[in-house]
């Protein structure tokens, strides 16, 4: 998903799409490590998903601090 797609999101959506990601990478790691799963491109590709979606949490969040002082 692209940045910009992302940034359309509120905050709550934010977290609950990053709560679900971190699930998912869960049983990914799983599957990994007891060998069910040999394509590990999309763990890589959650990953960076989720690198996505704490990057643009965290300048929603800093933005919302912005205006209060």
Known sequence: ???AEIRE???DELKEKINNVRK???NLKM???TAQL???RGYR???KDLARYL???AEKEKGSHAGKQ
Request: no cysteine.
């Open 55 to 57: 990057t643009i949490l």
């Open 45 to 47: 590709f959650m990953k």
């Open 38 to 40: 040999q394509d590990y």
């Open 9 to 11: 999101f509120s905050a």
């Open 31 to 33: 599957k990994v490590k």
């Open 24 to 26: 998912e990478l869960f």
């Open 1 to 3: 998903m692209k940045p």
